[in-house]
């Protein structure tokens, strides 16, 4: 090899590190810190900047898909309760077993509106982090470090574009960790008792990682007894909890539901590594100082091996959760400790380029310019220079109304105050699958804004994880392609379906030549302005054609007879946990939502039997079915407690 060779091997393997070094730690944002933080809380305020509250729709489209869900969830707390009975969704489903779903969370969301509920959250994670950073490092150096880890690409991202409900409480976990590890256990366990009322989702990923290295801790310093004592409020909660939840059908589908693709590679990925080795840093930099070596040792086991198996073997909760995780219990360790390498491998950890592209591929892009170092090392600089300069460039999107697509919506007619009428959507696969819809963002949006004009989407994404049979047998073969247009029609009939959204040629033409549907609205993306496509992830080319059961409408209430929500078609509504049917003696009706046992039916002084129907042979879901004693109302009631003690018989 010429001594040229060689030269020009050293500066492609020096402008390689340069630039991953760069690449992984964005550090010249920690400069603007202060700038982005204010600049979120803008972004975070409500009718900020220039976009009033009841216009917001999301601030990306990877938020937009779920924002819309997590409303629907707040405003189903305050209609049914927390142990009530959501009709409008996956074909009927309890909120009693869905214990992450917490009341205090979204009782809270739906009083303040998305953004100031968001804003609330993210103003008291940096008060939080300035009261533990002030408390180890005076109160200056405090204050400066929480604007610069609540002013960082990872924060600023969990708190806008990934902003789950629960992400606020994790403010109380830094503070919560600091309490245990100063001795302070019983104040320590009542700040987690605190976060498992407000949050089991929140609560979980930081308990499972921290929790058995602060238990051992706190039993080799002689604290365990007062740790017991503040952490009894959130162990009944949780107990409390777990009994609406283990009885129930949720935790086999969960554990179905919830194991990773086996197409995942088992080895980990350079930022997963990175992840835990920011976290093994500051772990163990705080235990150098404050001597917690056994506590640390098993805090660091308990957040490597979950880590690990959650991103390649079994799903236990999304990367931002995790990041929430480590970047709050970290904090925790060093702000005990005083550390100030462990704040520093926070801020790498904070700091790093994936959370400020969004993207992995970005990154890969950027790498991939290396083979060339010449001209490599300007594009990767000029590119990670252009991302900081923007930072953060997240801004809140207004919600779509343009005429098209509010024409579009408008065909799928309501049915009337207090009753439903259903659609189906053509379906190519499981949700995870490439072509399952032209978008999920659109989806998520259409089925919360059509809900709460009582228009129900009997196939969305509840309904085949709660009837995984029904899934996989009709749900995700609805199209021209997998099913009959025979087949079609007895889905849809046996769904209680009156309206059908395609989004292909062939379902279209099947439905309507073979399966009794006529075409009543089409929806021309190319038609949509730019800016509503992007924000729902729509192509620029397509169409969806929205379709109708072209059947004769029955009387007394001009209803289809074979797909409507109850059948035959009579006067019936529902409020709450009830669903009151103006019935005649002798008559029976066919209720078109999924069992449960905590149903009881009453006619005046009259127990009516609930019986069980199967629409499918090929599928697990049971409808329910009352015969009429008299003439009158016949009322059909959910109660919580007496489907608790059907399911122990």
Known sequence: MTKSEGTSGWRAWLWAGASLAIGIVVWPLVFKSPWSWWRTVAILRPSGPGLADPDFLAFHPIDAAARGW???????????????????????????????????????????????????GYLAFTVVLAGCGGVAFGPLAGILIALALAGSPLVTRIFT???????????LVPLSVMLLLDGNAAAGGLVWSALVLANLGAAATPTLIAGPGLLLDAVLCGNFLPLLAGATPGLA?????MVRFLPSEVPGLL??????SSRVPPWPAWDDVFQA???????????????RWAATAVVAISATLLFYLNRRFFYFNDMQSFEAAFLTVGFGFAASAASSLAVAALFAFAYRLLPLTGARSALEERLYYLQSPEAGWRVVLKSLWNLIRRFP????????????????LAG???????????????CSGPPQDVGYYPSRSFQMWMGEKLAARGVENAGGELTPYFEPALGAAFLHRFNARDTSAAGMRNLCEGLGCRYVIAHTAETTAALIDGAGFELIRTLEFASMPPEERRILALPATG??????????????????LSTSVVVPPCVWSRHRNCLTIEARAGSEYLIRYRYDPAFQARQGTHAVPVETVRPFADAGLRFMRVRAVADGPLVLRYRWLSGFFSRRR
């Open 237 to 241: 909660v949780t107990a409390w909890r």
């Open 161 to 171: 574009v990934m902003g789950k409900p629960e992400i606020i409480w994790y403010a």
């Open 255 to 260: 554990v179905k539901g919830q194991r990773s």
């Open 543 to 560: 169409r969806l054609n929205l379709l109708r059961h072209s059947e004769p409408l029955a009387e007394p209430l001009a209803e289809p």
């Open 412 to 426: 799928l007619e309501p049915a009337g105050i207090g009753r439903a009428v259903r659609y189906l959507e053509e």
């Open 277 to 291: 080795a920011m976290l093994l840093t500051a772990l163990f930099a705080a235990a150098s100082v404050n001597g």
């Open 70 to 120: 997590y409303r629907k969830l707040a405003r189903d707390m305050a209609g049914v309760g927390p142990l009530g009975y959501v009709w409008d969704d996956g074909l009927g489903i309890a909120l009693g077993p869905r214990i992450f779903n917490n009341t205090v969370t979204y009782r809270l969301l739906g009083l303040l509106g998305d953004r100031a509920y968001l804003l609330a």
């Open 393 to 408: 460039s997240t801004a809140p999107q207004s919600e779509p109304r343009s005429s098209e697509l509010q024409a579009f």
